[in-house]
């Protein structure tokens, strides 16, 4: 089993910056991509950013593009969430998840979430 740990939220201000990380251990040769979601209260969880763990093809939600930024380091099993002109909108908390399928866009591991919170 990958588990997975995010650290990086807090509280920023209206158009401040944020960054996330979240670090992999475990079995990691099976992932093939990660992404970043994110499910604000009363609000179904949302996709907001993927990247291939070989390739680092990335891939945003429209909201957020042009604002984020995703990336990885496979030397630390480590994927990176940038977050520029932040957004009250933007407030949520944000999951990290391995996806071990090439075709099914379906992701198998879960982190336990960090919050963010942009104030207005």
């Known amino acids: 089993q990958v588990q997975l740990v995010e650290s990086g939220g807090g509280l920023v201000q209206t158009g401040g910056s944020l960054g996330l990380s979240c670090v992999a251990s475990?079995?990691?040769?099976?992932?093939?991509?990660m992404g970043w979601f994110r499910q604000a209260p009363g609000k179904e969880r949302e996709f907001v950013a993927a990247i291939t763990w070989s390739a680092g093809s990335t891939v945003y939600a429209d909201s957020v593009k042009g604002r984020f930024t995703i990336s990885r380091d496979n030397a630390k099993n480590t994927m990176y969430l940038q977050m520029n002109s932040l957004k009250p909108e933007d407030t949520a908390v944000y999951y990290c998840?391995?996806?071990?399928?090439?075709?099914?866009?379906?992701?198998?591991?879960w982190g336990q979430g960090t919050q963010v919170t942009v104030s207005s």
């Open positions: 475990g079995p990691t040769f099976s992932l093939y991509a």
């Open positions: 998840a391995g996806r071990r399928s090439t075709i099914k866009v379906l992701y198998d591991y």
